[in-house]
Nanobody, 124 residues
């Protein structure tokens, strides 16, 4: 079983930056990829970015391309989401997730371990 703990959320003005962290523990050897999802009030959880544990291959949602960067450290079992040029529509609870399935998955049901989430609020 993989345990994930996110941190780094907060309140930021539009145009600002935040860096989210996700620390993984437990059976990390079972992870193929780790991803970030977000969920705004009244909306479904949506894919943001994902990265393979080996090789560091990445995939982004269109809304994240050019503004967000996902990265990982296999030694410390940590994944980061660097978010720049934040917009009010980026406001959501951000979740870190781990998948044991191959390929860069963009659907939440392909991830079998989730963190508790961290709130990101972008003011206009």
């Amino acid at each position: 079983q993989v345990k994930l703990v996110e941190s780094g959320g907060g309140l930021v003005q539009a145009g600002g930056s935040l860096r989210l962290s996700c620390a993984a523990s437990g059976r990390t050897s079972s992870m193929y990829a780790m991803g970030w999802f977000r969920q705004a009030p009244g909306k479904e959880r949506e894919f943001v970015a994902t990265i393979t544990w080996n090789g560091g291959y990445t995939r982004y949602a269109d809304s994240a391309k050019g503004r967000f960067t996902i990265s990982r450290d296999v030694v410390t079992n940590t994944v980061w989401l660097q978010m720049n040029s934040l917009k009010p529509e980026d406001t959501a609870v951000y979740y870190c997730a781990a998948s044991g399935l191959d390929a860069l998955r963009i659907f939440a049901h392909d991830y079998n371990a989730w963190g508790q989430g961290t709130q990101v609020t972008v003011s206009s």
